[in-house]
């Protein structure tokens, strides 16, 4: 009924389809002055924003669904939470990403340079008495020599990313020690 654009110059745009209603825009919030680079979709109505100045913005879209004189309309809730900073002395553009929000923090990957990927975790840990902590962690994903990225995935819980590479390749990392990234298989086309 409703599709909706995360546009490269900072705007969530809006389009009803299915229902009558006028076109809509907001700006992006925590761009800061940046350009959005690079997009993914994550899980239904999760998102990914890689900037021009090499931060990962997450997006959830909501709709509330309202009724208007007897009329169902659909009303759009982008909710941008804060950007995370993968490489903050170098601040190069994101040039495709991948993630996953499990319960345990969320997971990201960013492509930089053609063999440059940066992996972010976040662990969270809920306290029996005081407030929750979080500790955050990035470090570079180890590469084969020679290895150009094309194609980056990841599963839901962010254990498993998916690199496709353009000797035809395809690398799989496991990522359940978030602190030791390890490639785990090779698959050849």
């Known amino acids: 009924e409703t599709a909706y654009a995360l546009t490269p110059t900072g705007r969530f745009e809006l389009r009803p389809l299915a229902i009558l209603g006028r076109p809509g825009t907001r700006d ?11 997009a993914v979709t994550i899980g239904p109505g999760q998102h990914l924003l890689g900037t021009s100045d090499g931060r990962a913005l997450p997006v959830d879209v909501k709709f509330d669904v309202k009724y208007d004189t007897g009329k169902r309309t659909l009303v759009p809730d982008p909710q941008f939470g804060t950007p995370f900073t993968l490489e903050p002395d170098r601040k190069r553009p994101v040039m495709q990403l991948t993630g996953a929000l499990p319960e345990s923090g969320p997971v990201v990957v960013t492509q930089s340079g053609l063999s440059d990927l940066m992996l972010l975790s976040v662990v969270q840990r809920k306290a029996l008495i005081g407030p929750s902590t979080s500790e955050q962690a990035v470090q570079a994903v180890p590469l084969p020599p020679n290895t150009t990225v094309t194609a980056m995935a990841m599963d839901r819980r962010g254990e498993d990313l998916f690199l496709g590479t353009l000797t035809g390749q395809m690398l799989r990392y496991d990522l359940r020690d978030r602190a030791n990234p390890t490639q785990a298989d090779v698959v050849t086309a």
């Open 28 to 38: 992006i919030a925590g761009l800061d002055g940046a350009t959005v680079t690079a």
